[in-house]
């Protein structure tokens, strides 16, 4: 073990979780600002069309990257468990079959985010007026997609032997190139959304290449040694495994909200702009939940591999305590907020007004979100990953699909479309609380 990395298989639990997701919260807080901030500055300096064609993109990019983040899931998972059994070669072997595999995803990525965009776009009913924008903003960005996929994959081997900070590190510095190149290229140049699209990608290209440097020079046995770079088949049949069913979940549940896309484009560009903006105040206020999940995918995976199911049980008590305090506490931040929120990144009352009602209608069902995040993190750290899957299909696909064929028919409205999302989370989180109720970790007392 070297400094930089965290053996949570001793010591105490709390500390352990707090020190590992304040780093990751502060990590995701600014990889959030880089669709955020885009969505802010066209916003504020060119309009409510080209914001809303920033803002409608995410389900189309999140099927794509989705899948490949998932694999690195997996492969986050197979590292921390053989790093927390001390198992050297198999470290080694599974961190240089992720590197293999990440260069494979990268070239795949690029070319279908490439062949998607325009029948993507058409699918969701995108409208006339928005079109071009989007079109022009998702070319750009899959061009340079591969920037992101390595800075994932280079911080998820780094986090699943428990060093948080230096990923940290490097988002910081690319969150902010970030900012600055939106200014510049939008105030500066002129470009438009155009602008707001690689600056987004030569950020993350910065982190890419930053992370990657980091793990060359590193000596530890997660490092990577070029020369052994290759596929070693047990290591590849293990991220399958474990990486695989989170893949299709992620990139089906990204599609299926490319269809919820579609209901919202149908009330409009304001709503559309709306709605993206809610979605990236949603996302920061979830922002602890996530960190706190991922700990506690690191923490269950390492004492797991450890043969402590005891202490990663108490794990996952600790992770569901902490994730209701901070979850509440920001949710009923940002419903008093509401308004004043939405004004930072619109001055137009109709976007405005359709963000606030958004989320006044979801913000008090955030809780739900916690328990099917923890546990969830905690199944796939015992390398439980097909039935949080499966889960999550039902419930963010098959049922929240149904369940919004059946407003249509009904002619529900606006708030029957906007509880979309909360009905999905309730039902995943009583779902996964009775799979973990009768996993492998509860069974071993």
């Known amino acids: 073990m070297t400094h930089r990395d965290s053996d949570m298989t001793e010591g105490s639990i709390w500390m352990h979780m707090i020190r590992f997701s304040i780093p990751m919260a502060i990590g995701l807080l600014f990889q959030q600002l880089y669709n955020t901030v885009d969505t802010l500055i066209v916003g504020q300096f060119v309009g409510k069309h080209a914001q809303a064609a920033v803002g409608s993109t995410g389900p189309i990019i999140n099927t794509v990257v989705g899948f490949c983040a998932g694999l690195a899931t997996g492969a986050s998972v197979v590292i921390s468990q053989r790093y927390g059994a001390h198992d050297d070669e198999g470290l080694s072997k599974a961190v240089h079959t992720t ?79 970030n900012t600055v190149l939106d200014l510049l290229f939008v105030l500066g140049f002129d470009m438009k959304v155009n602008g707001v699209a690689l600056a987004t990608i030569l950020s993350q290209i910065l982190s890419a290449l930053l992370i990657l440097y980091t793990l060359t020079r590193e000596k530890g046995n997660f490092g990577i040694r070029w020369r052994k770079l290759s596929i070693d088949r047990d290591a590849l049949r293990e991220i399958l495994r474990l990486g695989l069913p989170s893949s299709i979940q992620s990139a089906i549940t990204s599609f299926s909200n490319v269809f919820v896309q579609s209901y919202i484009n149908a009330f409009g560009s304001a709503c559309m702009a709306g709605y993206g903006v809610y979605g990236k105040i949603d996302a920061f206020a979830l922002i602890p939940v996530q960190s706190i999940s991922m700990s506690s995918t690191t923490f269950v995976g390492q004492n797991w591999g450890a043969r402590k199911p005891d202490r990663a049980r108490d794990g996952v008590h600790t992770a569901i305590v902490m994730s209701l305090i901070s979850t509440a506490v920001l949710g009923v931040s940002v419903f008093i907020l509401a308004r004043p929120l939405m004004r930072l990144f619109s001055p137009e009352e109709d976007v405005i007004a359709y963000g606030v009602r958004f989320i006044h209608i979801v913000t008090p069902f955030y809780i739900a979100i916690c328990f099917n995040q923890i546990y969830a993190g905690a199944l796939r750290g015992v390398g439980d990953a097909t039935m949080p899957t499966v889960i999550m299909l039902i419930s963010f696909v098959v049922f929240r699909q149904i369940y919004l064929a059946v407003t249509r028919a009904l002619n529900a409205g606006f708030i029957a479309v906007a509880l979309a999302y909360p009905v999905g989370w309730i039902l995943c989180s009583t779902l996964l609380i009775l799979r973990y109720s009768r996993s492998v970790l509860v069974r071993q007392k």
């Open 99 to 177: 590197v293999a595999l990440t260069f494979l995803m990268s070239l795949i990525a690029t070319v279908l985010g490439q062949v998607i965009i325009h029948p993507m776009l058409r699918f969701m009913q995108t409208p006339d007026d928005v079109m071009a924008d989007s079109s022009a903003y998702l070319s750009i960005y899959f061009a340079g997609v591969s920037g992101l996929l390595f800075y994932n994959l280079g911080s998820g081997i780094l986090r699943a032997v428990g060093d948080s900070r230096r990923p940290l590190y490097f988002l910081i510095l690319s969150a902010l190139l």
